[in-house]
C-alpha cells in the first residue's frame, strides 16, 4: 500500500477545526502549522478529506521538495522528476506557486520556470508537450516556497474546496462557504441539530450559513455533488476508492436526511432572498427532504421571532451582520447590532448561535456575553467569530466583571477623573483629556466632553500584537467608560498614522455636531464622521495665547481647519481674520463656528486654496500669523504632499513675507520628531514656547505637540 505525504491548507485560524476533521475520519496522526495540516496517509484518506472537510481550501499531495538558492533550482530539480508517471501529455495543467518568506518576489516568474521545467521534459521523453490552461486544467501543480526550501504538489482538487459548486446567485460581501462551516463548528451547530433544535439566520444574504448548516445537519459532503477534481487525472486515481467512499457517504445520507431540523433563513431584501432560493434549490435539487426543511422568507429583523415550525426545543442563530470598513459605516450599524441584541434576547431565551463581525465594538452593541471570540478569515477580511448563550441569568451574573488588568484601567481612570476633574474646574475647562496611555496594555486616548460625551481613541497595536486581544481591551475600556456615560455617549476611532489624502478623511454621512464651550466660547464638535472632532483639546492654552495677542490686529490662520482659532481672535477683538484651508467643509463648519459664538463670518476672509499656494500670491499684511500644519497633506491644488519636516522652512519664510512691520508667526507641529530647520535661526528670531503651551492633561504626554514664537530678521531669500 503507497504512502503520501499531504498538506491540507486553510485560512489562518482554521487549523484546528481542519484537525478535527483529520480525527472524526480516522487520520490521527498529524501535524498542525500556520495555514496548514500535514499528514502521512493512503490514497484513500487523501481523497476523503476532498470529499468530506468542511474548512480546508486545498489538499496538496506532495511530490518533491528541495533546497532553493536561485530560480534555476526550480528548472533543474524539475526536470528530474517523471512527469509523465504523474498525467498523460494530452491533459492540459497550470502552475501556482505561493510564496511564504524568502528572497523570492516574483510568484509568477518562477511558475513560468516550473512550468518550462514539465513542459521540457516531456518534450524531451515524447516529443510532445502537454497545453496550458490556467481557468480549470486537468493538473494543476502548486510550488510552495518558503525561506530557501521549495515543495511541488499536486493539488487534488484543483481549485479551492469552498467552492461548494451551489452558489449561483451572489449578494454584495458574501460569506465564504468554509468560513460559514467554520463557524458553525465553532458555535456548535452540530450538537444543537443532534438534539432537534432548529436554525435561524436571520440575515441570510445569499443562504450561505442556512445551506452549510443543513449540510452539516444531514452529513451531506461538502463536496459530494462537485464534479470538477484534478485527482481524476492523476495516473495513479483510482476510481474504485473514490466510488466507494461516494457510495458510503450516499448511505450516510439516507440514515440521516429525515432527522434534520427546520432551518429558516430571513433577509429584508428582496434580491438577497431571491437569491438565496436559488442556491437553496441548486444545493439540495437532489434532496426532496432538505427542500421541505430548508424555509428562505423576506421578513425584517424586528419581526424575527420563533417560528412555530421550530418547536419548543432551543436551537441555533447563525448570522453574518454587515460590517462596515469605514467609520461611518461603523457608526450607522450601531443601531442595527444593538436591536439585534435586543431582540435575541428577548426573543430566544435558552438559544444558542455565533456571528462574525469585522469589528469587535459592533460585536459590543449586541449586549450578548460571548463565551468564546476567535479570530476568522472570510476571503482577505480578518474578523472575530462570538459565541453566545442566550440566558438572562448568565447574563445577569457576568455583566460587570473586569478582568484583573481592565480593573487596573478602572483605577486609573478613577484616579485621572478626580484629578483632572478637580483641575479642570478650577480653571473653568469642561472639555479635557483624562486617559492617554497611561497602562501599555490599555493603548489609547481618552477625551471627556462637557461631561457627556467620551471620545476613545485607540491607537493601532503593533502588528505582532494579536488583534483580539486589542479588540478586547478596546472593550473593557467601553465597559469602564460606562460608569460615568450613557453608552450610547462613548465614541470609538482607531488612530493610526495618516499620510496623504487620508489625513482628517471623512468616514461617515451623519454631519451630526454637538457644542462644546473652552474659555466663554462655543464650538461645534463632531463625534460621528471623522477621526479628530473639530477642536484639538491640546491646542487650549495656543488658542488662548493667540487671543490675547489678537486686539487691533490683522490675523492670518494657516491650515484653519475648522477655525476655532480665528474664533478665538474675532472674539478679542481682532481687526481682521483670514482663514486658509484646502477644505470647503472645514472652512463651511468654520463659518458656522464664528456664527455660534455671535461672530458675523461676512466680516471675516475664508479662503479655499493650499496654504503654500496662498502665502506666494498674496499681496496682504498681517500682525499675527498661526500655522499648525499636519504632518503629511495631499492637497488636490498641489502636485506633490506636503511634508512638514521637509517643507516647513519654505513655508516660514514664505510666510515670514507676508508679515506687516513687527509682526510675529507662531508655528506648531504635532510631528513628534520634528527638528526645526537650524538654518530658520539666520533669517528669525526664535523661542520655544512649547512648555508654556503644553495644559494639565497633556503634561505626561509632553510631546503632543511643539510650539515656536517667531519674528523676522531682515530676509534674504
Known sequence: ???????????????????????????????????????????????????????????????????????????????????????????????DTILSTGSFKNASYLSLVLK????????????????????????????????????????MAGNSLHRRGYRIAHVEAPLKENAAAALLYRGGWEAVAKAGGSFIDPMCGSGTLVIEAAMMAAKIPPAFDRNYFCFKYWKKFRGDLWEELRQDALETIKANINTVPHL???????????????????????????????HIAKKELHKLSIPAEAGDKPGFIGVNPPY???????????????????????????????????????????????????KIYNGPIECISAVFSINAAYREEHTHELSESAQMFANRLAKNMKQFGKLARRQGITSYRIYDADLPDYSAAIDFYEGKWMYLQEYAAPSYIDPIKTRRRVREMAQVLKEYVPEECIFIRRREKQRGANQYTKSGQSEHLEIMQENSLKFYVNFYDYLDTGIFLDHRPVRKLIGEMSAGKKVLNLFAYTCTVSVYAAANGAESTTSVDTSSTYLDWGKKNFQLNGLNPAHHAFIKEDCIQYLQKTKEKFDLIFIDPPTFSNSKSREDIFDVQRDHRILLILASGCLAKDGKIIFSTNYRK????????????????????????????????????????????
Not at 530658520?680 to 510631546?703: G, H, V, Y
Open 1 to 95: 500500500m503507497d504512502f503520501y505525504s499531504f498538506s491540507v491548507t486553510s485560512a489562518n485560524g482554521y487549523e484546528s477545526l481542519v484537525a478535527k476533521e483529520l480525527e472524526a475520519l480516522g487520520i490521527a496522526r498529524y501535524s498542525m502549522g500556520k495555514g496548514n495540516v500535514t499528514f502521512s496517509g493512503t490514497q484513500a484518506e487523501g481523497l476523503k478529506v476532498c470529499l468530506w472537510s468542511r474548512v480546508a481550501s486545498k489538499v496538496l499531495l506532495k511530490l518533491f521538495d528541495f533546497d532553493i538558492q536561485q530560480e534555476k533550482d526550480i528548472y533543474r530539480n524539475a526536470r528530474k522528476f517523471d512527469w509523465e508517471s504523474l498525467f498523460s501529455v494530452n491533459r492540459t495543467f497550470a502552475v
Open 116 to 155: 518550462d521545467a514539465i513542459v521540457d521534459a516531456f518534450r524531451e521523453k515524447t516529443g510532445k508537450r502537454p497545453d496550458i490552461e490556467t481557468s480549470q486544467p486537468d493538473i494543476r501543480i502548486n510550488l510552495y516556497i518558503e525561506r530557501n526550501h521549495a515543495s511541488v504538489s499536486l493539488d
Open 264 to 294: 429558516f433563513g430571513y433577509d429584508y431584501s428582496t434580491d438577497a432572498v431571491t437569491s438565496a432560493r436559488k442556491n437553496v434549490s441548486k444545493a439540495f435539487s437532489m434532496y426532496p427532504e432538505l427542500l421541505e426543511k430548508v
Open 324 to 374: 462596515g470598513e469605514r467609520l461611518g459605516e461603523i457608526e450607522a450599524l450601531r443601531t442595527l447590532y444593538a436591536d439585534m441584541g435586543s431582540i435575541l434576547k428577548e426573543r430566544f431565551e435558552g438559544w444558542k448561535g455565533i456571528f462574525i463581525t469585522g469589528d469587535e465594538e459592533l460585536a459590543r452593541r449586541t449586549g450578548l456575553k460571548a463565551s468564546k471570540v476567535n
Open 674 to 717: 520634528f527638528q526645526l530647520d537650524e538654518s530658520l535661526k539666520e533669517q528669525f528670531e526664535i523661542k520655544e514656547i512649547t512648555q508654556e503651551t503644553i495644559s494639565f492633561d497633556f503634561e505626561r504626554n509632553n510631546k503632543i505637540h511643539r510650539c515656536f514664537f517667531l519674528s523676522a530678521r531682515l530676509l534674504k531669500m
